[in-house]
């Protein structure tokens, strides 16, 4: 079974400072998908940012971007120009390749997340 | 964007009593939805897998008979709690992948279960 681990229960940041969130994660399996979520106090779930196993290229996205280590199976989130609305909790995601497996092999596995506080 | 409705968004019941919970993707198809539950101030863990026209499967230590899942539409799964306990009160989310989409779940906004 996948293990996702996110060490920083808490991380607090200076508006407009970058931060990085760690995880890191366990697996037999050579390719697979990660995740970056936020949930704010509404509790809906937002995709941040997503990183297949097989690129090499670490993903990005505007502020957003991964830092993406597969032998050290390590998936760090770095925020940059932090703002008052990315205060949330941050979950790192594990999800097995795509493809009908009948079971619950591609349903996410989830860190147990970092609440991030921005500092104006 | 995709959009997944969840019904209703909070309820509260006797012990004992049966909860029902729809999910529903408003824009898209899903052969799959997938039901989590959120403890206070922890983790998302998966329950379950539900799968269009066929059974749904299980996580370790999720109690088929207690969570009953029926997945009759590709657009509607529902999560039934039946015999409701206070330890079944959580949050509950469910997400749906869509067909032959980018590999991507998109979640509902919850349910919060109180049972008293």
């Known amino acids: 079974a996948q293990t996702v681990t996110q060490s920083q229960p808490e991380m607090s940041v200076q508006e407009a400072e970058t931060v990085t969130l760690s995880c890191t994660y366990d697996?037999?399996?050579?390719?697979?998908?990660l995740f970056w979520y936020k949930q704010p106090p509404s509790r809906q779930m937002i995709l941040v940012i997503r990183?297949?196993?097989?690129?090499?290229q670490n993903a990005t996205e505007n502020r957003f971007s991964v830092n993406f280590q597969k032998a050290a199976k390590s998936f760090s989130l770095k925020i940059s120009d932090s703002q008052l609305g990315d205060a949330a909790m941050y979950f790192c995601?594990?999800?097995?390749?795509?493809?009908?497996?009948?079971?619950?092999?591609?349903?996410?596995?989830f860190g147990k997340g970092t609440h991030l506080i921005i500092q104006p | 964007g995709a959009v997944v409705s969840q019904h209703p968004s909070r309820v509260i019941c006797k012990s004992g009593t049966s909860v029902k919970i729809e999910c529903r993707s408003l824009?898209?198809?899903?052969?799959?939805m997938f039901w989590y539950r959120q403890f206070p101030k922890q983790s998302l863990m998966l329950m379950a897998t539900?799968?269009?026209?066929?059974?749904?499967?299980?996580e370790q230590g999720v109690e088929k008979d207690k969570f009953l899942i029926n997945h009759a539409s590709l657009t509607l799964s529902t999560l039934t709690v039946t015999s409701a306990h206070p330890e079944d009160s959580s949050f509950y989310i469910c997400?749906?992948?869509?067909?032959?989409?980018?590999?991507?779940?998109?979640f509902g906004p919850g349910t919060r279960l109180t049972v008293l």
């Open positions: 539900s799968n269009e026209g066929s059974k749904a499967t299980y």
């Open positions: 990183q297949e196993a097989y690129k090499q």
């Open positions: 997400s749906a992948r869509s067909i032959g989409g980018l590999n991507e779940q998109f």
């Open positions: 824009d898209f198809q899903a052969t799959t």
């Open positions: 995601a594990y999800r097995s390749t795509w493809g009908y497996s009948g079971g619950g092999a591609d349903g996410l596995t």
């Open positions: 697996t037999s399996e050579s390719d697979y998908y």
